[in-house]
Nanobody, 113 residues
């Protein structure tokens, strides 16, 4: 079973940047696609970025051009660089396999002036 520990969230002004990290335990990390998901208050959790084990990347339209996902299989870690942040990016961000299997505690990102 894989477990995830997300970090790097915080409060940032509109237009600012944050870099999220996710450390995954378990030996199966390198064989699965990994994704960053987010859940805003009152909304369903959504998948915003995916990186396959071969490095193929896809983004939700809402973050395309602003967010960058990457992974380091040697470190069992996946990252999300978030630039040009908007108030609507405010959410709890989670990393997980794609499709998801169990959830960590996530990391809160708040974009506000």
């Amino acid at each position: 079973q894989v477990q995830f520990v997300e970090s790097g969230g915080g409060l940032v002004q509109p237009g600012g940047s944050l870099r999220l990290s996710c450390a995954a335990s378990g030996s199966i990390f390198s064989i699965y696609s990994m994704g960053w998901y987010r859940q805003a208050p009152g909304k369903q959790r959504e998948l915003v970025a995916v990186v396959t084990r071969d490095g193929v990347i896809n983004y939700a339209d809402s973050v395309k051009g602003r967010f960058t996902i990457s992974r380091d299989n040697a470190k069992n870690t996946v990252y999300l660089q978030m630039n040009s942040l908007k108030p609507e990016d405010t959410a709890v961000y989670y990393c997980n396999l794609v499709p998801a299997a169990g959830w960590g505690q996530g990391t809160q990102v708040t974009v506000s002036s």
